[in-house]
């Protein structure tokens, strides 16, 4: 009992939406006293279009000290939960116990004021995130250093670079040390060397015994910090377990359903998706050498022929596709686009199409890939699909000498050798030599 | 422990408040500092308003229209009134736009909703402040020396803040459903000021009506004011604990209804 940290019950959050305008105004109000005195406002019944449940029914038991990641698609309710543990909103119905003090992260830099210093914001921030000023006064050095901005802790923030601006956010918020932290998407701003400091100080965290609940769509910091993964779908909790289980089933979620024929992807009714002038886009399958289906997989540097069916509205000759290939921590790993085709026809086209994109060795390494689709027409994305199709690429013995490849994201051919000693490159003569002469044309 | 569930009645959770007395003194600090950034005249200002008003009132109200000012110099009487007047129009102003200008801190942190309003009203008192001492300086010049019942003083500020804060949390709580609220502030303002007795003293209204003018908050505030810095011979009476009343119901309302509200803030704003 004592080693809870959260524990929810049946929480669930509704809220208004549709044709309502937002703002009622006083005067609006006030003539409808006098008009029409007896009208009762329609209540929302929650089965009317009116209101959607953005969270319904969630219940689950964070421990002490467990690292917690909350995955789910844009729109799942994760930041909704957030807010509702974080008492910023109320929940509608259901209810949560939270056993020790809480620090929010759901923005980097909540309310700062551009007109005031570096020096000023700290205060500021740190009091608004819930810190005491004795505290900030003995952290003050620290986060200063962390944020490497000591040249301009006296200038008004409004003259901060972006990132500058972020670094200090984020030093102040990381040296809050709450019991529990929760943190929204946080590592979404600033680029590589910021995102990396942060997940360091995450871990520091986390290794000191504090339970964390994190959100976020970087899959790989995700699997990396947490132990415990829970995964929400439409605002209702799908998974609740190890976060390595809790990932397979959010990734296996996002590709469309299986269907007897695996090479064969419906694209009628894909989620995740923009179709500016219309649903052009309408099936993709995947073949290999010979034009056999890929129903199982294809092996690490097999042939890869993805056959797009689409539809061109009007006649035209500037379409182009593009199909970006992700692994299962969402990074792309290639893009292949029909721009890089050198031989396209300049014949209009019209109706009915299929494109094909022939990948001669499709040299990924082991491991499940998503594929985004888009159609764009003369220089206008007109239909794109998140997650169009699957591969997977299974292990196999691409170099030939019965090792099969790991680790790295793709593979390339290579080949290792010792230097004789009496060459003329070992020797130091490389000056005027062209390179690939002297190694012969072998390579 | 803390419990999360849907807010029900009439729990005011005043406790609370003083846990968050620091966040509480920095947003009034961040308040006074920004605004003292930005604007050229600063320090100025808290002097330049009231005494200007001070000017124009006495000519046309005190000398043109003979106003009368129960024999005090109209300037020292016009003055002592917009002091605590300046605080409560100052207060009806920022407080009621206060919630909607914070709501990236009410959308993103955890902190008593109450601290807002609560900040806007408190970063006035630094202007009143600021006025209080040129007060001293009219009284040298109009050779007046405050009497015994200056001891009263420190109860009529209480009751100008108090005030100021009831108004404050209805119009803040409101303009966050209605927005059209803050509009109507400056109107509210101006009709507010002539029901005040601040160009004109309460002796002005017949007898019998006095009381129901004392329905007016700011009516026993200002009348308080002068009581206690100039000493009025006959004080007030009945105008002052009718008001005092009302500034008691409606604080105790304005935080039930603020605290009502505030769950759905967060969603509105």
Same mark, same amino acid.
């Not at chain 1, 509608?92 to 809480?102: C, D, N, P, S």
């Not at chain 1, 995450?202 to 910090?225: K, P, Q």
């Not at chain 1, 979620?253 to 052009?280: Q, T, Y």
């Not at chain 2, 101006?190 to 003293?201: D, E, G, H």
């Given at each position: 009992m004592s080693n809870i940290a959260i524990r929810a019950e049946g929480l669930s959050k509704r809220y208004k939406v549709g044709k309502q305008e937002k703002y009622r105004t006083l005067r609006d109000t006030l003539t409808q006293c006098v008009t029409n005195p007896f009208k009762r406002k329609p209540n929302g019944n929650s089965q009317g279009e009116d209101w959607i449940w953005a969270i319904k029914d969630l219940s689950f038991e964070i421990k002490?000290?467990?690292?917690?990641?909350? +995955?789910?698609? *844009? %729109? /799942?309710?994760?930041?909704?939960?957030?807010?509702?543990?974080?008492?910023?909103? &109320?929940?509608?119905?259901?209810?949560?116990?939270?056993?020790?003090?809480?620090?929010?992260?759901?923005?980097?830099?909540?309310g700062f004021h551009p007109e005031?210093?570096?020096?000023?914001? +700290?205060?500021? *921030? %740190? /009091?608004?995130?819930?810190?005491?000023?004795?505290?900030?006064?003995?952290?003050? &050095?620290?986060?200063v250093a962390f944020s490497e901005i000591e040249r301009f802790l006296d200038t008004p923030v409004k003259h901060y670079s972006t990132g500058m601006y972020v670094r200090l956010a984020f030093a102040i918020a990381a040296h809050l040390e709450p019991e529990i932290l929760i943190v929204d998407e946080v590592l979404a701003v600033g680029d590589l060397a910021f995102q990396k400091k942060c997940i360091g100080k995450m871990n520091d965290v986390s290794r000191a015994g504090r339970t964390v609940l994190f959100v976020s769509h970087n899959m790989a910091a995700i699997e990396n910090l947490c132990r415990h993964g829970i995964v929400l779908a439409g605002g209702k909790l799908v998974f609740d377990g190890q976060i390595k289980d809790a990932s397979a089933y959010y990734f296996n979620s996002l590709a469309p359903a299986s269907n007897p024929d695996g090479h064969v992807f419906d694209l009628s009714n894909a989620r995740d998706r923009i179709s500016r002038v219309g649903k052009l886009l309408k099936k993709v399958e995947l073949l290999t050498e010979h034009n056999r289906p890929v129903n199982e997989g294809v092996r690490i540097g097999d042939r890869l022929k993805v056959r797009i069916h689409f539809d061109l509205p009007s006649p035209t000759t500037r379409f182009n596709i593009g199909l970006g290939f992700n692994n299962a921590f969402g990074q792309r790993i290639f893009t292949a686009h029909s721009l890089f085709e050198a031989e396209r026809s300049d014949e209009e086209q019209v109706g009915a199409q299929i494109f094909v994109c022939d990948i001669p060795s499709f040299t990924l390494t082991q491991g499940t890939y998503t594929a985004r689709l888009w159609l764009d027409i003369a220089n206008t994305e007109a239909d794109l699909i998140e997650d169009a199709m699957r591969v997977d690429v299974i292990e196999?013995?691409?170099?030939?000498?019965?090792?099969?490849?790991?680790?790295?994201?793709?593979?390339?051919?290579?080949?290792?050798?010792?230097?004789?000693?009496d060459s003329a490159v070992h020797q130091g003569q490389l000056v005027g030599a062209v390179p690939g002469e002297l190694y012969g044309s072998d390579l | 422990m803390v419990v999360v569930e849907p807010r029900k009645g009439f729990d005011l959770r005043l406790k609370e408040l003083w846990n968050y007395r620091e966040l509480l003194f920095i947003l009034v600090w961040r308040d006074i500092k920004v605004r003292y950034k930005q604007t050229a005249l600063g320090a100025i200002w808290a002097i330049l308003q009231p005494v200007l008003a001070t000017v124009v009132f006495s000519i046309f109200f005190g000398r043109f229209a003979k106003v009368p000012s129960d024999g005090i110099p109209y300037p020292v009487f016009a003055y002592v009134g917009l002091l605590p007047w300046q605080l409560f129009a100052y207060a009806l102003n920022e407080s009621t736009n206060s919630l909607v200008s914070n709501q990236n801190l009410i959308t993103k942190v955890y902190f008593p909703r109450l601290v807002i309003p609560l900040s806007a009203v408190l970063a006035g008192l630094v202007d009143f402040a600021i006025a209080f001492v040129v007060l001293l300086g009219l009284f040298w010049r109009y050779g007046i020396v405050p009497s015994a019942s200056l001891v009263v003083l420190p109860v009529f500020i209480l009751l100008a803040v108090a005030s100021a804060l009831a108004i404050g949390l209805w119009l803040s709580a409101l303009n966050v459903q209605y927005r059209d609220v803050r509009y109507t502030i400056p109107f509210l303002t101006q009709l507010w000021l002539f029901a005040t007795p601040v160009v004109y003293p309460s002796s002005l209204v017949p007898e019998k009506w006095r009381a129901l003018y004392g329905l007016n908050p700011m009516a026993g505030v200002v009348e308080g004011f002068r009581w206690a810095l100039l000493g009025k011979a006959a004080n007030p009476g009945p105008l002052i604990w009718v008001s005092a009343g009302m500034v008691v119901l409606l604080l105790l309302g304005g935080v039930i209804y603020f605290r009502r509200m505030e769950s759905t803030f967060a969603d509105l704003v």
């Amino acid at each position: 009992m004592s080693n809870i940290a959260i524990r929810a019950e049946g929480l669930s959050k509704r809220y208004k939406v549709g044709k309502q305008e937002k703002y009622r105004t006083l005067r609006d109000t006030l003539t409808q006293c006098v008009t029409n005195p007896f009208k009762r406002k329609p209540n929302g019944n929650s089965q009317g279009e009116d209101w959607i449940w953005a969270i319904k029914d969630l219940s689950f038991e964070i421990k002490h000290g467990d690292v917690v990641g909350i +995955i789910g698609r *844009n %729109g /799942a309710g994760k930041s909704t939960l957030l807010k509702v543990l974080s008492r910023i909103t &109320d929940p509608t119905k259901g209810r949560a116990e939270i056993f020790g003090r809480v620090g929010s992260l759901l923005e980097v830099g909540t309310g700062f004021h551009p007109e005031l210093t570096g020096r000023e914001n +700290i205060f500021l *921030n %740190g /009091a608004i995130l819930g810190m005491q000023r004795v505290e900030i006064l003995a952290k003050f &050095d620290e986060i200063v250093a962390f944020s490497e901005i000591e040249r301009f802790l006296d200038t008004p923030v409004k003259h901060y670079s972006t990132g500058m601006y972020v670094r200090l956010a984020f030093a102040i918020a990381a040296h809050l040390e709450p019991e529990i932290l929760i943190v929204d998407e946080v590592l979404a701003v600033g680029d590589l060397a910021f995102q990396k400091k942060c997940i360091g100080k995450m871990n520091d965290v986390s290794r000191a015994g504090r339970t964390v609940l994190f959100v976020s769509h970087n899959m790989a910091a995700i699997e990396n910090l947490c132990r415990h993964g829970i995964v929400l779908a439409g605002g209702k909790l799908v998974f609740d377990g190890q976060i390595k289980d809790a990932s397979a089933y959010y990734f296996n979620s996002l590709a469309p359903a299986s269907n007897p024929d695996g090479h064969v992807f419906d694209l009628s009714n894909a989620r995740d998706r923009i179709s500016r002038v219309g649903k052009l886009l309408k099936k993709v399958e995947l073949l290999t050498e010979h034009n056999r289906p890929v129903n199982e997989g294809v092996r690490i540097g097999d042939r890869l022929k993805v056959r797009i069916h689409f539809d061109l509205p009007s006649p035209t000759t500037r379409f182009n596709i593009g199909l970006g290939f992700n692994n299962a921590f969402g990074q792309r790993i290639f893009t292949a686009h029909s721009l890089f085709e050198a031989e396209r026809s300049d014949e209009e086209q019209v109706g009915a199409q299929i494109f094909v994109c022939d990948i001669p060795s499709f040299t990924l390494t082991q491991g499940t890939y998503t594929a985004r689709l888009w159609l764009d027409i003369a220089n206008t994305e007109a239909d794109l699909i998140e997650d169009a199709m699957r591969v997977d690429v299974i292990e196999s013995d691409f170099y030939g000498t019965g090792k099969v490849p790991w680790n790295g994201s793709f593979v390339l051919p290579h080949r290792w050798y010792l230097e004789p000693e009496d060459s003329a490159v070992h020797q130091g003569q490389l000056v005027g030599a062209v390179p690939g002469e002297l190694y012969g044309s072998d390579l | 422990m803390v419990v999360v569930e849907p807010r029900k009645g009439f729990d005011l959770r005043l406790k609370e408040l003083w846990n968050y007395r620091e966040l509480l003194f920095i947003l009034v600090w961040r308040d006074i500092k920004v605004r003292y950034k930005q604007t050229a005249l600063g320090a100025i200002w808290a002097i330049l308003q009231p005494v200007l008003a001070t000017v124009v009132f006495s000519i046309f109200f005190g000398r043109f229209a003979k106003v009368p000012s129960d024999g005090i110099p109209y300037p020292v009487f016009a003055y002592v009134g917009l002091l605590p007047w300046q605080l409560f129009a100052y207060a009806l102003n920022e407080s009621t736009n206060s919630l909607v200008s914070n709501q990236n801190l009410i959308t993103k942190v955890y902190f008593p909703r109450l601290v807002i309003p609560l900040s806007a009203v408190l970063a006035g008192l630094v202007d009143f402040a600021i006025a209080f001492v040129v007060l001293l300086g009219l009284f040298w010049r109009y050779g007046i020396v405050p009497s015994a019942s200056l001891v009263v003083l420190p109860v009529f500020i209480l009751l100008a803040v108090a005030s100021a804060l009831a108004i404050g949390l209805w119009l803040s709580a409101l303009n966050v459903q209605y927005r059209d609220v803050r509009y109507t502030i400056p109107f509210l303002t101006q009709l507010w000021l002539f029901a005040t007795p601040v160009v004109y003293p309460s002796s002005l209204v017949p007898e019998k009506w006095r009381a129901l003018y004392g329905l007016n908050p700011m009516a026993g505030v200002v009348e308080g004011f002068r009581w206690a810095l100039l000493g009025k011979a006959a004080n007030p009476g009945p105008l002052i604990w009718v008001s005092a009343g009302m500034v008691v119901l409606l604080l105790l309302g304005g935080v039930i209804y603020f605290r009502r509200m505030e769950s759905t803030f967060a969603d509105l704003v």
